[in-house]
């Protein structure tokens, strides 16, 4: 005989989440009410390390920073897929081999792609 799964076998779940979530809950709205209130004008500006801010701080800047960190993370992400391949070469055989050909071609056709696209050239 099967045991049957029924809104009674999760009543300890939920149990759990509700006094789980009232628990953030009620410390959030004590903290609140008990909470020491002193907005002074000092509290208010923005604290940029103890100098004092001037003019706006959202300056563009080139998209490349943000291209070659993708990049870079997309890559590393990549390699560490290797490892777990270097670790069981033997056990995967010629199948194996032929896969990380495989993944290493992919890799290596997006990587001239990259290069193709000038994404690296910082001119």
Same mark, same amino acid.
């Given at each position: ?6 809104a009674?076998?999760y ?8 006094v789980?979530? @009232? ?11 008990? @909470?020491?209130?002193?907005n002074?004008?000092d ?6 390390? !103890?100098?004092?801010?001037? !003019?706006n ?7 490349k ?12 992400v ?16 010629v ?10 071609g992919?890799l290596l056709? @997006?990587f ?5 696209k ?6």
């Amino acid at each position: 005989m099967e045991a049957q799964s029924t809104a009674v076998n999760y009543l300890p779940i939920i149990f759990q989440m509700v006094v789980a979530i @009232g628990f953030v809950v009620g410390t959030m709205a004590v903290t609140h009410l008990i @909470g020491p209130r002193r907005n002074t004008s000092d509290k208010l500006i923005p604290f940029e390390s !103890g100098i004092k801010s001037i !003019g706006n701080a959202r300056q563009p800047f080139s998209i490349k920073y943000f291209l070659v960190a993708i990049l870079f993370v997309l890559f590393d992400v990549e390699v560490i897929f290797m490892y777990p391949w270097a670790v069981n070469f033997r056990d995967f055989g010629v199948n194996g081999l032929i896969e990380m050909f495989i993944f290493m071609g992919t890799l290596l056709l @997006g990587f001239i792609y990259i290069l193709k696209k000038g994404a690296l050239d910082w001119d």
